[in-house]
């Protein structure tokens, strides 16, 4: 059965869509100004959300985008961080981030306060934001504040939505009596049913929920959070793909953003084999859809000048390597402008990569001497005199750039110093990175690397949980199991891992859109160390490094 949605104001959705990354971070950081941000204001900006997601479903509606995916995340963080307000504040900590406008607050206790019970949530705003959480896999880190809410919520007379509170609460964590009404409205029915597994109940209580009719004329209107949540619940227990067929229900809402393949009863979808045949076919193309980023004339002879200063001595004096390190990130910012502009490597990105993989190595040349001493480096041909230094500047995070550099280009010479410093030599990691970096360095100094590989997969939801671009931990896990194939299908996720995060907001702005340097770089490193053939061509992967590598050449 077909159900057409409804017609929504066509103004509203030119103005939910148009310039929202500007807007929302405005919104945002004008609330902040005002003073302590409440439920109220986090309710706001869960709406504006809802109202972007809506207007994009207009053009998209199954919504199965990165973007679509990252606004669902911030509406279903935003009606979250209300219901939070409601359930700690002032007694108790917590956090909201959100990271569509990279923006953040966090609510310390204030003592001696009591709740103040203008900022509790109704019934209907806890629905809306459960049903967001479900939908955006997001009740588990926030079912406490939800049953908190919950039990703080004002007495009110017994109402369609606050049946629904009370059932959601007993099916997802038991808290309470399944509620019993005479006459159980089409949302209590189909959660009876998710709950007995009775799918035949399931399905004409979710069409008779979506034939009750949406209805609104603000672009959020289109997506009815309710049948959205249920289907959603019930596809991802029990793989009961919904029956009525209608925009009203956006694929990627249901299935959680699946990729395409049979599915796994229980698992979601398994893109493996199509993968697998279309990476056996030839090379699988992965387009880099961020815009060209040319540097202004200025900036990149600017650019230039500070790296030739930097490796310049004054007469009698030895280079100081804290100066070397932000020539790399010179050439880093040169060499992604280059990149933007071409689908290879041209001679201009080749000497970047050379230089900064000097760069990196000397550096980590001066943090092994001992103090008082001078390493002796060669840059550009030139032999130089560094002073023994050890900084914040050469910590992980440096090491990391460095690393890949010299990954990429396969200098020995280069790699070297990196390898017996490691990453913490000059500063402790504390970032979810860590266990990454260290398998990493396990790895190229002969030691057990699986260890600190299985750390570095387990950390892969906190950093995506924090808004970072997770590094490529299961590319580098099949590396390191010798998986050739394996290998090849985590290039590709993580490539199309890397274009998505820069697809979202105004990330293809970065100037580390056009390439990433770990990525790249573990490629390298496979065809260069084992052989491997790359079955992904893309500009992300520039064929002329890739041959380069395969060569064993620098």
């Known amino acids: 059965m077909r159900i057409e949605r409804h017609r929504v104001d066509e103004a509203r959705v030119v103005e939910a869509g148009?310039?929202?990354?500007?807007?929302?971070?405005?919104?945002?950081?004008?609330?902040?100004?005002?003073?302590?941000?409440?439920?109220?204001?986090?309710?706001?900006?869960?709406?504006?959300?809802?109202?972007?997601?809506?207007?994009?479903?207009?053009?998209?509606?199954?919504?199965?985008?990165?973007?679509?995916?990252?606004?669902?995340?911030?509406?279903?963080?935003?009606?979250?961080?209300?219901?939070?307000?409601?359930?700690?504040?002032?007694?108790?900590?917590?956090?909201?981030?959100?990271?569509?406008?990279?923006?953040?607050?966090?609510?310390?206790?204030?003592?001696?306060?009591?709740?103040?019970?203008?900022?509790?949530?109704?019934?209907?705003?806890?629905?809306?934001?459960?049903?967001?959480?479900?939908?955006?896999?997001?009740?588990?880190?926030?079912?406490?504040?939800?049953?908190?809410?919950?039990?703080?919520?004002?007495?009110?007379?017994?109402?369609?939505?606050?049946?629904?509170?009370?059932?959601?609460?007993?099916?997802?964590?038991?808290?309470?009596?399944?509620?019993?009404?005479?006459?159980?409205?089409?949302?209590?029915?189909?959660?009876?049913?998710?709950?007995?597994?009775?799918?035949?109940?399931?399905?004409?209580?979710?069409?008779?929920?979506?034939?009750?009719?949406?209805?609104?004329?603000?672009?959020?209107?289109?997506?009815?959070l309710v049948p959205i949540a249920l289907a959603a619940r019930a596809y991802r227990t029990h793989g009961w793909t919904p029956a009525v067929d209608t925009d009203y229900l956006p694929h990627a809402l249901v299935t959680g953003f699946e990729t395409p393949g049979p599915r796994v009863h229980g698992l979601g979808r398994d893109p493996r084999p199509d993968a697998v045949a279309r990476l056996a076919a030839g090379p699988v193309d992965v387009d880099r859809p961020s815009p060209a980023r040319p540097l202004a004339p200025d900036s990149e002879a600017r650019f230039e000048r500070r790296t030739a200063e930097a490796v310049t001595p004054k007469e009698g004096e030895p280079l100081d390597a804290w100066e070397l390190t932000a020539a790399l990130r010179y050439q880093t910012y040169l060499l992604a402008a280059r990149a933007s502009q071409s689908a290879d490597a041209t001679d201009a990105q080749l000497a970047n990569l050379q230089l900064g993989s000097r760069l990196g190595a000397a550096v980590f040349r001066a943090a092994l001497a001992e103090p008082g001493t001078e390493a002796e480096v060669t840059i550009d041909g030139r032999r130089l005199r560094l002073a023994a230094r050890r900084d914040r500047d050469f910590g992980p995070v440096f090491w990391e750039t460095a690393l890949s550099y010299a990954l990429i280009t396969g200098s020995p010479e280069d790699l070297d110093p990196l390898v017996l410093a490691g990453p913490t030599i000059a500063a402790e990691d504390r970032t979810p990175f860590a266990p990454y970096r260290t398998a990493l360095h396990d790895h190229l100094r002969g030691a057990d690397p699986l260890p600190a590989t299985e750390r570095a997969l387990k950390e892969l939801e906190r950093t995506r949980d924090q808004g970072f671009l997770p590094p490529p931990v299961v590319l580098f896990s099949q590396l390191v199991r010798g998986d050739e194939t394996s290998f090849n299908l985590a290039l590709l996720d993580a490539l199309e891992a890397h274009r998505d995060h820069h697809s979202v907001a105004d990330r293809a702005t970065d100037f580390g859109a056009a390439l990433s340097l770990d990525v790249l770089a573990l490629a390298c490193h496979a065809r260069r160390s084992r052989g491997w053939a790359v079955h992904v061509r893309s500009p992300y992967l520039p064929p002329r490094l890739l041959a380069a590598a395969g060569a064993g050449a620098v």
């Open 18 to 224: 148009e310039d929202f990354v500007n807007r929302i971070g405005r919104q945002v950081h004008s609330y902040s100004r005002a003073g302590l941000m409440t439920t109220t204001e986090w309710q706001l900006i869960a709406d504006s959300f809802l109202d972007y997601l809506g207007a994009l479903s207009t053009t998209r509606p199954d919504l199965d985008s990165a973007e679509a995916k990252a606004v669902l995340k911030d509406a279903a963080e935003a009606a979250a961080g209300a219901v939070s307000f409601a359930a700690y504040h002032p007694v108790d900590s917590f956090h909201v981030f959100l990271d569509y406008p990279n923006f953040g607050m966090s609510y310390d206790p204030e003592y001696g306060e009591d709740r103040d019970p203008r900022h509790r949530v109704t019934a209907r705003e806890w629905l809306d934001a459960f049903c967001l959480a479900i939908v955006a896999d997001r009740v588990s880190p926030h079912g406490e504040a939800f049953c908190w809410a919950r039990q703080l919520m004002p007495d009110e007379p017994v109402t369609p939505a606050l049946e629904l509170v009370d059932g959601f609460s007993a099916h997802f964590f038991e808290e309470g009596d399944f509620p019993t009404p005479a006459e159980p409205q089409p949302g209590l029915r189909a959660l009876r049913a998710l709950t007995d597994g009775d799918r035949e109940a399931f399905d004409a209580a979710l069409l008779a929920l979506l034939q009750d009719g949406p209805h609104g004329t603000g672009p959020a209107s289109l997506l009815p």
